[in-house]
């Protein structure tokens, strides 16, 4: 089973862009607020929001395409 994790900041356009993503595929996701656990940065030091994590892995920063998105999960 894939893990996916948002990692997101308050009011973010982007990040919502990509939950509904997420929604379309059909994919289970975690949305955690960097501001809120800033301890994320420590482990995937991202710049721009929203992180994209994939079991673990940082696959993504800023917004991806649905097609390398769904490619990066369904490879898992």
């Given at each position: 089973?894939?893990?996916?994790?948002?990692?997101?900041?308050?009011?973010?356009?982007?990040?919502a862009?990509v939950?509904?993503?997420?929604?379309?595929m059909?994919?289970?996701?975690?949305?955690?607020?960097i501001?809120?656990?800033?301890?994320?940065?420590?482990?995937?030091?991202?710049?721009?929001?929203?992180g994209?994590?994939?079991?673990?892995?940082l696959?993504?920063?800023g917004v991806?395409?649905?097609?390398?998105?769904?490619?990066?999960?369904?490879?898992?």
């Open positions: 089973m894939v893990s996916v994790q948002i990692l997101t900041t308050p009011s973010c356009s982007s990040c862009a939950e509904k993503m997420l929604d379309k059909g994919v289970e996701y975690e949305v955690i607020d501001t809120k656990n800033p301890e994320m940065l420590q482990k995937y030091p991202i710049m721009t929001a929203p994209v994590v994939i079991n673990d892995k696959e993504f920063t991806p395409g649905e097609k390398e998105l769904a490619k990066k999960i369904k490879g898992f």
